[in-house]
């Protein structure tokens, strides 16, 4: 019998019960928060990423608006290298969601990696058709209105490529190629744009003599760059990266040059991308310095660099930036052990007009305590305490809640408090959040919560082979939870589970794979078989991850009696046989509910105080209030946002707690992701200390919504929560049109395809390639005019090209008309298999009687440099009203 990774840990945290798990026997590490030492204020430069985006809203305008992005890198105008990503076509998306400056490495207009280098007749250095290619992209991007954003970065790791045996290693500047080159495009660049900002030397790995020639040359020719740029791409990091920092700052001053901005313009490991406890590392570091910072692009653009799953899902990985983005003020003195290894590490931030402090934390397997000294007057006497985890979900895997750990009144004497917390999980981010309250108690009914994950390498394993992957002495491998996973090789190949849950009830059991098949360069659909206990087999369809070991989620909601129970995954049961291979990482389970139900039934509410408010509004300090205090001052100039995050496309039953100043009844507006609004007409409350519940049902896409809500006209009020609960009373408003219809047309070459992984066994595709090719779907009957949302089911398999370590998906485009009437270009993001069925949503307004919507793709030349020719295979389509009355 295997030995199982089973160390339970039992807390009692103000009533709410936490079961928790750790592989490592703990110590107590501190973190020391001085509140009276302030190093500036904060800037969330780390939130950036290098082909971050590939299309326009590819990652969605929504899940990027949702953090404070910094920067990104992309390819220029019609670039080569990669398929999408390129920096015009997504430059609206990235400038909407709030993004400072785009970097635009000019050597990706190549299409090899490493980059062709052509003749050099004039033995200047550069390629002779490079210089060519500039002058067009700079011109390209002159003539348009994002130019004084965008920022140029010449040469991309020029101490690896074209320029790896220069002179300047050998500390002989006046014979360097690659400075002859560097000035030469430099004064190229100014000559055709003289506001154009230059970003350099952009070295693969930060070298100090390097560093220092570079940067003399720059200053004796007048060249120095705008933006100083260099990576961190490997685990020297952790030891290096504030002493490459610092011996940066000091190369600076010695030449008496003014201090630039720097850019660590890819930063992370293979095996740190999308784990939260590894990128609170990072963070903490480029926050700490100042800099600003784009992740590593090592797996697929468009995902914003492994954050996003299925273009607005976010995963462990993305709660990370969120939460990062919600800390807003001055950051603190922030002591821990060991600063300089991968451990723990720790970020804090003071808002002493709201009267917060964030601390955003993890990277060890300990127990911890946050000791916060020196805190001001307005801390003295009650707080209120929550802390939030964010465990790693996979890269592919999607983390809709993160759990709430620890949520009490604490009271705060000699302007000191000291939290403790058992148990962090190293591949798990925390964030604390401690405000100023009135409250005596917590008014949260108590609940139970239980997460148990059970490797798969300690599992009783039949015909299986255990592999190493993700571990901290290979850090360029992809993430595996404990550093190793099991490949399901044959087709008797099995995996037995003991497994111990504490209750009664139902269970989020998550089924931890990766599954890089591949025919016809589609992924497939693999399909395991699982048992529990004495019962039967059922089939387990494991969707294709974007490559082997690039581990997703397969989610399903099961029904457990307490005690001890045995789960066996297999290739095969007895009968039908699994073809094709597929890993584990491991299982988990998390209790939802002691009834039997097949979805998480649980309500999430969003404290009103825990949002993004607007300049000008106030906290106020209620004992009545849910949380630690109620929003005020919201009206018409002043609105407030929810950032709310659902596992579904469906109906939500939206609970507003309100409270009004007078006697006069209020208009509350709704906005939903930055498009549909209804007004609310509203009673006023006895006093702002009383609060009422308005109820809306809404329309919300999987994934993340943001909702904004104001007021209309001269109404004000304040916030104490919003609830936010699935229903299904309102499913019949949901009207379905399955694409393979007899009354839709198509025409040209498009096809309806078999499938039985489609909604009713067919879908239509071949959908492009010129606009006579094309899907002309009748909408059923519309008997209200207002706001719908058009769910698009659909599938997207195509792979253009190849590359060492990226796989080069494609992003495809398709036009949509409304009546005759153009709804827009839409993109749509890789599903990794064309039978793989996603959905995107798109909102607009119906009008009563018949509609119908055409779609095509007008495009006709398949090339990197160009969008897409092909529309996405088309399953169904929903029209759901998105406010019900």
Not at 263 to 270: D, K, L, P, V, W
Not at 354 to 382: A, Q, R, Y
Not at 520 to 529: E, F, K, P, R, T
Not at 568 to 596: A, Q
Request: net charge negative; hydrophobic share 35%.
């Amino acid at each position: 019998m295997a030995i199982f990774k089973k160390i339970f840990i039992l807390l009692m945290i103000g009533g709410i019960f936490i079961m928790g798990i750790s592989s490592a026997k703990s110590t107590v590490k501190f973190i020391e928060i001085d509140a009276s030492k302030r190093l500036g204020k904060i800037i969330h430069g780390a939130i950036g990423g290098h082909y971050a985006l590939s299309e326009p809203d590819v990652p969605s305008i929504l899940v990027l608006s949702s953090l404070k992005i910094y920067t990104v890198n992309q390819k220029p105008p019609y670039g080569m290298q990669h398929p999408g990503a390129d920096a015009l076509r997504v430059a609206e998306t990235f400038f909407k969601a709030g993004g400072k400056f785009l970097q635009v490495y000019l050597q990706d207009i190549y299409a090899n990696w490493p980059y062709e280098k052509g003749s050099d007749i004039d033995n200047d250095g550069i390629p002779d058709d490079f210089l060519q290619k500039v002058e067009s992209i700079v011109k390209n991007i002159k003539n348009t209105v994002y130019a004084s954003k965008i920022v140029y970065v010449p040469f991309n790791e020029p101490d690896a490529i074209w320029y790896n045996n220069d002179s300047i290693w050998r500390g002989d500047i006046n014979n360097s190629t690659f400075l002859k080159a560097w000035k030469k495009i430099y004064d190229f660049i100014k000559g055709i744009d003289k506001g154009a900002v230059i970003a350099g030397p952009n070295l693969a790995i930060y070298k100090a003599d390097f560093m220092k020639n570079f940067m003399t040359f720059c200053k004796e020719n007048n060249c120095i760059p705008d933006i100083i740029t260099w990576h961190e791409l490997n685990n020297r990091f952790y030891g290096f990266y504030e002493k490459n920092y610092q011996n940066y700052r000091e190369i600076e001053k010695s030449l008496n040059i003014e201090p630039r901005h720097i850019s660590i313009n890819e930063y992370g490991t293979f095996s740190d991308l999308s784990v939260p406890g590894k990128l609170v590392q990072w963070i903490s570091r480029f926050e700490r310095t100042g800099v600003s910072a784009c992740l590593a692009y090592w797996h697929t653009a468009g995902n914003f660099d492994d954050l996003v799953v299925d273009n607005n899902s976010p995963n462990g990985g993305w709660w990370v930036y969120k939460w990062y983005s919600d800390m807003d003020g001055e950051l603190l003195e922030t002591k821990v052990p060991y600063p300089n290894l991968e451990d723990l590490s720790a970020l804090s931030v003071l808002n002493e007009k709201n009267k917060m402090l964030w601390v955003l934390f993890g990277g060890d397997d300990t127990d911890i305590e946050v000791n916060i000294s020196n805190l001001p007057n307005d801390f003295i006497g009650k707080v209120f305490v929550k802390v939030y985890k964010a465990d790693w979900s996979g890269y592919d895997g999607a983390l809709f809640k993160p759990s709430v750990i620890l949520e009490e009144i604490r009271n705060v004497e000699n302007a000191f408090l000291k939290i403790s917390i058992p148990r962090i999980n190293k591949t798990s981010a925390y964030f604390l959040i401690m405000q100023k309250t009135e409250k005596d108690k917590i008014y949260r009914e108590n609940f139970k919560s239980a997460q148990l994950s059970y490797e798969a390498e300690l599992a009783k394993i039949s015909n299986a082979k255990v592999f190493d992957d993700g571990t901290e002495t290979n850090p360029n491998n992809n993430m595996y939870s404990n550093g190793k996973g099991v490949l399901l090789e044959n087709t008797n190949s099995s995996l037995i589970f003991e497994v111990d849950l504490p209750y009664d009830g139902t269970y989020m059991f998550d089924i931890f794979y990766s599954n890089g098949n591949r025919q016809n360069n589609s992924g497939l659909i693999v399909d395991g078989y699982m048992k529990i206990d004495d019962g039967k087999y059922t089939k387990i369809s494991l969707n294709p991850t974007t490559n082997w070991r690039f581990v997703g989620k397969h989610t399903g909601f099961i029904y457990f009696k307490r005690g001890k129970h045995k789960i066996i995954i297999s290739r095969n049961d007895g009968k039908n046989v699994s073809l094709h291979p597929f890993d584990l990482d491991k299982i988990s389970f998390t209790y939802v509910t002691s009834e039997k139900v097949h979805e998480d039934v649980n309500p999430q509410i969003y404290e009103a105080e825990e949002a993004r408010l607007d300049d000008g509004l106030s906290l106020y300090y209620s004992k009545a209030c849910s949380g630690a205090s109620l929003v005020s001052g919201i009206g018409s100039d002043k609105k407030i946002k929810f950032v709310v995050s659902v596992d579904e496309d469906a109906y939500y039953l939206i609970s507003i707690a309100y409270s009004t100043y007078g006697k006069d009844y209020i208009k509350m507006k709704l906005t939903l992701n930055y498009g549909p609004y209804k007004i609310l007409n509203l009673p006023y409350t006895e006093s702002i200390n009383k609060a009422f519940i308005t109820n809306q049902v809404m329309f919300l896409q999987r994934g993340i919504n943001i909702l904004e809500i104001s007021g209309v006209d001269k109404s004000k009020f304040c916030l104490d929560y919003i609830e936010i609960r699935k229903t299904h009373n309102y499913d019949h408003f949901i009207r379905k049109i399955e694409a393979e219809d007899k009354q839709n047309i198509i025409s040209g070459r498009v096809k309806i395809f078999n499938s039985s992984y489609a909604s009713s066994g067919g879908h239509v595709g071949e959908i492009g390639m010129g606009d006579e090719n094309y899907l002309k779907i009748f909408l059923p009957n519309i008997v209200e005019d207002g706001y719908y949302a058009i769910v698009v089911h659909y599938s997207n398999g195509e792979i253009l090209g190849t590359h060492q370590y990226n796989v080069n998906v494609i992003d495809r485009c398709a036009l949509f008309e409304l009546d005759d009437r153009e709804l827009g270009e839409f993109y749509f993001r890789n599903t990794n298999g064309f039978e793989t069925f996603k959905t995107k949503v798109i909102y607009t307004k119906l009008e009563v009687g018949n509609n119908f919507i055409k779609i095509y793709n007008p495009h006709k030349i398949s090339s990197p440099a160009l969008p897409s020719p092909w529309a996405p295979n088309i399953d169904k389509i929903s029209v759901c009203p998105v406010f019900i009355e």
